[in-house]
């Protein structure tokens, strides 16, 4: 499995070394690839007819994509990890130390080490493709760069742009790449490798050896433009503790917003960073690779991994068992309803290259729908992701109707209409009418079971479910929803739909509320309990928040619609009967005209400023217990939403509605953002332990009745000291 790296051949005195790992799909940085590009420096260097050299990817359309994240994953103690960092340290330090200049060129995906094997080289070209990009995304995986980035990149384009970057781990494409001075140049494809070896014959001819990183004047330049001011930037490159501090501190404050103190390594490559300025590259290397190593043996560290690998391992899969079925290519695709989620539906797709034809009531609907796609394309646009060309592009994919004309040639068409039974299911049989045999019919329902659509179809093995969730373009998940009769073929074909799309698509059966809707039912009416037991409204959602959710259950509930919620507590209590009994407030608020945020009448008020919520003290005239609110125990609210979920979650595995607990952690992360850093329902009961979590769902049993019942999988997995993934 070792990763090669050769040298092709010297053309005019550069040597082009390629990376290029046999037997995988994408190269990463790995102690082999280190030794064998040690030893071509060396030989390179010993070499007359060489003067520099360039460093390209075998791979057709990624450079190198990190770590082998697998290997690193399996190490158990810190001193193994710190050592692994110190070799990869050295590895590129030997690199960067190279008496003749190396030039990356790259193009496709430079990430992780791979973009700390790019810092290391002397000059960095990269492709103008889509497809390159630039950056450290260490601490989505709860680490931080152990081979240097911490330190090269503050050198090479400031420590504002670096901590934006590492902080975030987001990554730049191309031109704002050369904007950040990440790279010194851009070109076309084709003139890559050119462009990368006239760079080293130039480095070669104007400069003497070491002199190539030129790393003061860079900064200096870097940080003027930055601050806009000469004087404070000179002050910070001094090695000023107190400007320094300035910039940490705000990279700090920003951390602390976007996720509170639960994820340590921004704040560790904050102190790796910070050290290598205070005292020079060696000491920053050296507190980089014990940060790295503290973190990698973490247990939020540990999570984010597993969840990577969780979601790698479901890219693999193709929705059968048969790995001779391969999914028809959908290039045609049907909407029906260009609402909030048809029209985002239709936009996504239509941006993968797809043709979509939307169906709506009538003209002014269509127009309608059209818009919401051009507003989402906008708003892209205001970003700098999108140009207005490459928008047009995409707008000119969607076309829109009053009536079902032009469907015959649709590869799938997906059903987003009004959440009414009779509705959907009288025209999914309509456009079944019209398209081909093999066409696949999905419906974007969010509570109506599959079965009942797909029996209003002459073809049943054609119908499944596609449940998206909102706003589409952002959220992660796909729900592919199998009832009794589809076939094989149509779900490998939505399951390629959904990759397509970019959604981490898992599929689920047939069944009320599927998994996600079902296991969020009983969080949201334990919620209502809570509530009606006299708890302040911004208690339960702060409780909520403190634990790892984005937001509370009551303002997600003020944003799903408290109608709309209303409405699926009736439909999931009678499929699933008192565990999922709401307390009765929400039909009293419902007649208050309270929907919720669409009609600005909820739990919160909605005419302050974006940001500066506050109680609508009103609604508790109509809760029980009125305005004088109890004081709550926020750990305990906790437990109770949580467990409830969690608890659901295991009923949904244990009557196989999921497939395996992998899919069911997925689900609750990237549908329901349940917190990443405790890995999901299943995650969280084997950190736990099932038999733990028993006895704590049994003693609130006692205290508020049966809906804490726990689940058979949960009592059975306690029986046998099991826990749902391998130990
Ligand atoms: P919406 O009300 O924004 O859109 C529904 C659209 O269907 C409207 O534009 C309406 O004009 C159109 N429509 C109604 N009857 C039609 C007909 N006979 N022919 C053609 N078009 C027709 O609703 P939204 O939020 O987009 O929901 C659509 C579906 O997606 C529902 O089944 C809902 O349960 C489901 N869903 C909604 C989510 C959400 O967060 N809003 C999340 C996941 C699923």
Known sequence: MATSIALRNIDRGVAFVVVDAADRSVNTLTA????????????????????????????????????????????????????????????????????????????????????????ACHGRVCSDAPATALGLPEVKLGLIPGAGGTQRLPRLIGVQAALDLILTGSSVRPVAARKLGLVDEVVELANLENAAAARARLLAASHGPRDWHALLDRELANLRRWTRSAKYAELLLGGNPLGRRVLLNRGAAAVRQRSGDRYPAPYAALRAVEAGLARGLEHGLQVESEQFAELLVSPVSRRLVELFQATQALKKETGSHDPKLRARPVERLAVLGGGLMGAGIAGVAAGRGISVRIK????EQCGLAVQRVWSTLRRRIKRGQLDARGAAQIAARVSASG?????????????????????????????????????????????????????????????????????????????VIRQPQTCDQALVTAVALGKRLGKHTIVVRDGVGFYTSR?????????????????????????????????????????????????????????????????????????????????????????????????????????????????????????????????????????????????????????????????????????????????????????????????????????????????
């Open 32 to 119: 082999e690839l280190g030794g064998e590009l040690t030893e071509l420096i060396g030989a390179l260097e010993a070499d007359d007819a060489c003067c520099g050299a360039v460093i390209a990817s075998g791979k057709r359309d990624s450079f190198v994509v990190g770590a082998d994240i697998d290997r690193l994953s399996r190490l158990q103690s810190r001193q193994q990890a710190e050592e692994i960092s110190r070799r990869a340290q050295q590895l590129l330090d030997r690199l960067a130390e190279a008496t003749k200049p190396v030039v990356a060129a790259i193009h496709g995906p430079c990430l992780g080490g791979g973009l700390e094997l790019a810092l």
């Open 403 to 479: 009536d079902l004309a032009g469907l015959a040639r649709c590869d799938l068409v997906i059903e987003a209409v009004f959440e009414e039974l009779a509705l959907k299911s009288a025209l999914l049989a309509q456009a079944e009418e019209r398209v081909g045999e093999s066409c696949v019919l999905a419906s974007n329902t969010s509570s109506l079971p599959i079965a009942k659509l797909a029996a209003a179809c002459r073809r049943p093995h054609n119908v499944l479910g596609m449940h998206f969730f909102s706003p589409v373009p952002k959220m992660p998940l796909l729900e």
């Open 519 to 727: 296991i969020l039912a009983p969080y949201i009416s334990e919620a209502t309990h809570v509530l009606a037991e006299g708890a302040p409204i911004d208690a339960v959602d702060e409780a909520l928040c403190d634990f790892g959710f984005p937001v509370g259950p009551i303002t997600l509930l003020d944003e799903v619609g408290i109608d709309v919620a209303e409405k699926v507590s009736h439909v999931m209590m009678g499929a699933y009967g008192e565990r999922l009994r709401h307390a009765p407030l929400l039909p009293a608020l419902v007649a208050d005209n309270r929907q919720g945020h669409k009609n600005r009448r909820g739990f919160y008020l909605y005419d302050g400023k974006k940001g500066d919520r506050r109680v609508d003290v009103t609604v508790y005239d109509l809760l029980p217990g009125g305005r004088r609110r109890a004081r709550v125990n926020p750990a305990e609210v906790q437990r109770r939403l949580v467990l409830q979920m969690v608890n659901e979650a295991m009923h949904c595995l244990g009557e196989g509605i999921l497939q395996c607990p992998r899919d069911g952690d997925i689900g609750a992360i990237y549908g329901l953002a349940f917190p990443p850093f405790l890995g999901g329902p299943f995650r969280y009961t084997d950190g736990m332990g099932a038999g733990r979590l028993v006895d704590e769902l049994l003693r609130l049993r006692d205290r508020f009745g049966l809906r804490f019942e726990p689940a058979p999988a949960l009592v059975e997995a306690a029986r046998g000291g099991r826990s749902f993934y391998p130990a």
């Open 360 to 363: 709506e009531r009538d003209a």
